[in-house]
Structures are given as C-alpha cells and as structure tokens.
C-alpha cells in the first residue's frame, strides 16, 4: 500500500468544494442503508442521501466524485483508547518524531483517533513521556495522521499480583503526590487498581477531572468495586487479562464485572487474549452498548513475524502473531482495530453493525466526543472509511473530508473523479483474510 497516489485524487481540497462517496452502503446509527451517497464538505459530514443517481455531481467542478456501488461501505473512522505503541515505536519512550511516525501510518489502517497508552516505567520517565504527548498536541501542526484525543496511563497504581508485563518493581500504591506529577492536562483516561485505593481518594481525584477511570490488573472484590463504581469508576481494562479469573467455584474480578451491568469493559480481540467463545459469552452477557474494543498494540505491531523490541523493561518477540516476553506471557498485541473488526466477523460473534459500534461510537461515547465523532451524521467530523465489503478490505481514508491514504493499486484517476479498478480488486481481495488464519485460533 502506498499514501503517492492521494496528492492527485480530489480530496476537496478546497473546504468549500464538496466530495461525493456515490451509491454505496452506509452504516448509519440506524442500519446500513444501501445504494446511498454520502457528501463532505468543509471537514464535516454534507449529508446522507439514498437513491441519488452516479452522476448526480458529475457536472460540477466544485465536486468531486467516487463512483461506487452496493460492493462497497462506507463506515466512521475507528478510534483506539489503549495503544501503546506501533510499527517499531514506543508511545512510552516519548520520541515526538517516532510518535508523528505512528500518527502518520495509522489512516492506511483506517485508526484516526487514538489515546497514546503509557505502561508501568519508573514515575519520571513515566512524567517524561507524558509531557512529550503534550508537546506532540500542543505543537504539532502536520494534519496528515491521526488525532490525539487524549492519553491513557495504564499504571503505576495497579496490583503487582496481576500485573502482566508491567514491571513489579516500578509499581506505586496509590499515593497523591506521584498522581499529581503525572496528571498533564491531556490525560483522559487512567487504569489503576482500586483496591488499594480504600477511601477512593485516587478515584475522587480523578473523577473531579473528568478522568475516564477503569480498573485493571487488579483482583478487586465485589463489594469493593460497586463501591468504586458508585464513586465514578467507569468500567474494566482489557477484561479478563490483568484481572483475577473465575471459576465454577470461585468468583473473581472478571465475573464481577461481567454481573456488574453499568460497568463497561474493553476487549482484546486478537484470538489470543479471549478465546472467541468467551467473547461471544460477554457480547451476551454485557451487550454491544457496554463493551469497547481496544487494540493494546504494542511496537510490534506492524512488524514482521520473529521481530524483538523492548517493551516495558523486558524483551518481546513476535511469534506467530503473538507479542511475547521473555517468561511467555502475552506483552500486548500485534494486531490493530481493522484485524479485530475482521475476527469479530470470521468468528460470527456479532453483526457488522456491532462490531464497528464497538471501535466507533462506543470510544466516542466514552471520551465524550460522540456528538462530533464515531457516526456518520450531518454535520459530524468528516472521518470516513471506504472498504470492499465482501472481503472487508480498506481502500480508503478520509479525514475532516481530506482524502489521507487510499489503496493505488485500487483506486485509478478519471476524469469525473475517481473509479475503482475491480480487476485487481479482485485479484487482491480473494486472498484476503482467508477464514481458516482467524478460526484457527479457535482452538487455542
């Protein structure tokens, strides 16, 4: 895939200059509407009409065409609010250039939103980090890659008995003095482990903030975390991983957040970190309106198979398909939302609806920013996906009506505007995603 191709397609490049995605599906709050045309113009949404003819804008010069048909949808850009890094680079290592890097790549993987994900690291580094996300907000001016809507601390306050990848040794409890140092003004969202925090002064803090505030890594009684919940805790962090497990014996922080039914919870789709059939378990058990879909990639994303990186103090490899630490245990994923999206699908878990409202709406919802992003309405934020819908492959990007990134070997100019080459569609989407490389993991 390459970005060459977009500085000669029509974008609109003049706010006022209308972009015309023709006669596609439409998934809209209320269903996919077929044979419908969705307008863009000064960076939001125009409108949404059904039954306007291919060449309806065709005459006009301030408009700019794609003809399209029922093979193609047309969807929200998707919004990641746990990623740690991507593509060789680690949000944690607090490298601006690298940052813009991931910022840059992320719209060929239709990702136009993200909360950069800080791991547990020693508390200064920790504060470095977090003022050079700040820096990259406050300074960046290059508008090509996606937005930073904020950051998520994952740590330091978590429980050592769960802490995954998170290096014991640089673990906290719950002291206000080092929140206060991490607190930057862009922190929207914080995992922490509220049974340490007894009198929910952490918790109280962070509300008052407006702090999105899950409970991860963490072993969380019951009693306990409806407490938390009365408090302001919002939901779970990568439910299931980082949190005591149950049995038919033993409840535990799992099961507690799946009978808690205000409670969200994020998921890690990736086939390694949930077993599918659990995942079809708490679709059930939780409903799609409380559960967010997270990535947790990590540097390795994007990255070929048998890779190593450092990641949170140890080394993680890349095998097959897996983030691995040096003692075996999962250290993030490899995998980005549109992978999940597609596994969701292979797996028959949910409808194509529900598994974009899980990556879409849902995160826009929880950030607060659900009246600008995360649907296709009028006058909403005009971050769009094109993809062909019979192998769920992504061609194209748009961001604030601007066209960041399309398949060239897809997409070809015309006069008109812009068609799609269907032979080499074709060509390239039989050997997409082949249902055998997600149901294999089936059996893991």
């Not at 086939?271 to 540097?299: C, F, N, Q, R, W």
Request: with cysteine; net charge negative; aromatic share 6%.
């Amino acid at each position: 895939m390459s970005q060459n191709l977009t500085s000669s397609l029509p974008s609109a490049s003049n706010p006022q200059d209308i972009t015309a995605l023709c006669q596609a599906n439409v998934l809209t709050p209320k269903g996919i509407v077929k044979s419908s045309t969705l307008q863009m113009q000064n960076g939001l949404i125009k409108s949404i009409g059904k039954d306007l003819p291919a060449n309806h804008f065709v005459r006009s010069e301030d408009v700019h065409t794609v003809q399209l048909s029922e093979d193609y949808l047309i969807t929200p850009a998707l919004i990641d609010l746990q990623m740690n890094g991507a593509f060789g680079v680690d949000f944690s290592a607090g490298n601006i250039p690298d940052m813009q890097k991931v910022l840059d790549t992320l719209p060929q993987y239709g990702v136009t939103g993200i909360l950069p994900t800080l791991v547990t690291a020693p508390l200064m580094d920790m504060v470095s980090a977090t003022n050079a996300i700040e820096e990259l907000i406050h300074f960046n001016t290059r508008a090509n890659g996606a937005k930073v809507l904020g950051i998520h601390l994952e740590g330091p306050f978590l429980n050592p008995e769960k802490r995954g990848t998170h290096p014991k040794e640089h673990i906290l409890p719950i002291d206000m003095d080092s929140l206060k140092l991490l607190l930057s003004p862009h922190v929207k969202m914080m995992t922490y482990a509220p049974e340490f925090d007894e009198n929910f002064e952490m918790l109280d803090a962070l509300r008052e903030k407006g702090i999105l505030t899950f409970a991860g890594h963490s072993q969380v009684e019951r009693g306990h975390l409806r407490a938390a919940i009365n408090r302001g805790l919002k939901g779970v962090t990568h439910l299931y991983n980082g949190l005591e497990t149950y049995t038919h014996r033993k409840a535990g922080t799992s099961l507690h957040a799946l009978l808690e039914q205000g409670l969200w919870a994020s998921l890690i789709a990736d086939g390694y970190h949930v077993h599918p059939e659990v995942l079809e378990l708490t679709i059930k058990m939780k409903g799609i309106d409380k559960l967010v879909l997270v990535s947790d990639a990590m540097s390795l994303a994007g990255l070929q198979e048998g890779e190593t990186v450092r990641f949170a103090g140890t080394v993680v490899q890349n095998r097959q398909g897996r983030a691995t630490n040096t003692e075996g245990n999962l250290a993030g994923s490899t995998q980005l939302l549109p992978d999940m999206i597609r596994n969701l699908l292979n797996w028959e878990i949910c409808s194509l609806e529900e598994a974009f409202k899980l990556a879409t709406f849902n995160p826009a919802h929880l950030l607060g920013v659900d009246d600008q992003r995360g649907s296709l309405k009028e006058g909403y934020v005009a971050d769009v996906l094109l993809w062909h819908q019979p192998t769920m492959k992504l061609l194209a990007t748009w961001m604030g009506g601007e066209l960041r990134w399309c398949d060239e070997l897809v997409f070809r100019q015309a006069s008109q505007g812009i068609v799609l080459n269907q032979e080499v569609l074709e060509i390239k989407g039989s050997a997409l995603n082949p249902s055998s490389q997600y149901k294999a993991h089936l059996t893991l």
